[in-house]
């Protein structure tokens, strides 16, 4: 990487990348790492996985360049890091359960926060998280200090609530309100995944999954009867789309 950003004899492209036009690459990487994982493809992880040291290597070599740390320094505070958040195993040995652990990490964590002058309940949370993930974050954050409905009927009633004021947002034809009403409700149903223990990204990955697979069998079904989805009778397709249920 040294030599790709050469100033005289590297790469003119490589030589031009700063750390905001990396950025969304190491982020692309990441989920491609992700997906190769989910498809249990370990040769394609192997290869993705070098692609993703590739960014920590791309933005520690421009840090390096700016004199802000080099790569090295990089492997020392995640080395660090480690070893802070896991006392159990390396400063205060003992057994301890899997929760014991989590519990102890989130603590530590809050801690590190504070030394960053991150005094805030809900500092820190990345801004340039897919926004399901980061929903889940800042209500799990703000349950931990009480900050929630003490059951799901608490829960339920306010997705009603959001669910009016969306319908009112809607007879209003206010596009903003509209807006602002969809992403309460899509928030407050992040908030009940939270309480239930399930992660909000993986159940609409889940769900979008389930979707491709029944709308593809609707749509093969209307290629071999020469139909189009235009030309289609509403009724048909919800025929389609149960028999598409029996799938899977």
């Avoid at 070098?50 to 080395?79: H, K, M, R, W």
Wanted: net charge negative; hydrophobic share 35%.
């Amino acid at each position: 990487m040294s030599q790709l950003r050469d100033k005289e004899e590297g790469c003119e492209w490589d030589k031009e990348q700063t750390f905001k036009s990396i950025a969304p690459f190491t982020i692309e990487e990441a989920y491609e790492v992700a997906d190769a994982i989910d498809r249990s493809n370990h040769t394609d992880l192997k290869d993705e996985l070098g692609d993703l040291l590739l960014q920590v290597v791309f933005l520690s070599q421009i840090a390096s360049e700016d004199n802000l740390f080099e790569f090295d320094d990089v492997v020392e505070t995640i080395t660090q890091k480690l070893i802070r958040r896991h006392p159990y195993v390396f400063s205060k040995k003992r057994d301890h359960s899997s929760s014991e652990q989590l519990e102890q990490w989130e603590d530590i964590k809050q801690k590190e926060r504070s030394f960053k002058n991150q005094i805030g309940v809900l500092d820190g949370i990345a801004k340039n998280l897919p926004a399901l993930i980061r929903s889940q974050k800042i209500q799990k954050r703000a349950a931990k200090v009480g900050f929630n409905w003490p059951d799901h009927k608490g829960i339920f009633e306010k997705i009603k609530e959001e669910t009016n004021e969306l319908e009112q947002a809607i007879e209003s034809g206010s596009k903003e309100s509209m807006q602002e009403e969809v992403g309460d409700l899509l928030m407050i149903l992040t908030n009940l995944a939270q309480s239930l223990n399930v992660d909000s990204e993986e159940a609409l990955r889940g769900s979008n999954e389930k979707f491709l697979k029944r709308f593809s069998y609707i749509e093969e079904k209307l290629i071999e009867s020469k139909r189009e989805f235009k030309d289609t009778d509403l009724s048909l397709l919800d025929e389609l789309w149960d028999e598409s249920k029996k799938l899977g």
